[in-house]
């Protein structure tokens, strides 16, 4: 396994992660690759060019859809159906000082726990999250009264740097520093074993950005996110 440790390679996160860390679910070949459905829509391209287009439509139903995010997105063809195209900012810890974990207490999230953080999800929409989503890394929770109300967790793996994903409070517990909490949990995790947190944020979320500027996070990139349907 090649070790990518310059930051360059997050310029392109999905396709440096599918041919490194998570080459092992990759689906596709050195044109296009893409998550298996149940994990995650994301996919990556090495460069926008039609024929990695072409490779990324072999990989994908019609009427299912996908999530290309970095230096290359393509324009699509007729024959897909832009769901929503956003901006994301990539994000950077690259201070190592441990952050407080707060006074709540936190559970590592299982798959007997899915169905919760997938109704989380669809309530708070963090970004795609699935069934198998879990496995990419480790995952925590609070819990108010036997409900799941916050969580996060960790997604892609790029050499030494590892993305922080799903942060996500329901409505009702908000400003309560929940997020905050997890975050701290996951984030001194990875500092632990010698990671480097990163994370992208919808470029408009200002509040999030505030939140995560005050955890020691850093702007480092900001490039598109296109979410798009296969339609025949």
Known sequence: MPALTDESALDNPV????????????????RALRY???????????????????????????GDAVAVAGAHVP???????????????????????????????VAVLSATDVGEMLALVELTHPGPFRERTIELGTYVGVRQ????VAMAGERMWIGDHREVSAVCTHPEAQGRGLARALMGTVI????????TPFLHVESA??????????LGFVRRAAFPLLYARRTK
């Open 75 to 105: 324009e699509w063809s007729a024959n897909w159906e832009t769901v929503h195209r956003i901006r994301l900012a990539q994000m950077i810890r690259r201070e190592t000082a441990p952050l407080p974990e707060g006074g709540v207490e």
């Open 36 to 62: 298996p459905l149940e994990y995650s829509p994301l996919s990556g391209l090495p460069a926008a060019a039609p024929d990695n287009l072409d490779a990324l439509q072999a990989l994908v139903g019609i």
């Open 145 to 148: 009264h036997g409900r799941l």
């Open 15 to 30: 396709w440096s992660c599918l041919t490194t860390r998570h080459a092992h679910l990759a689906q596709g070949d050195v």
């Open 205 to 214: 979320n200002e509040r999030a950005i505030a939140m995560y500027r005050g």
């Open 188 to 195: 001194n995790r990875m500092l632990r074993t010698g990671q």
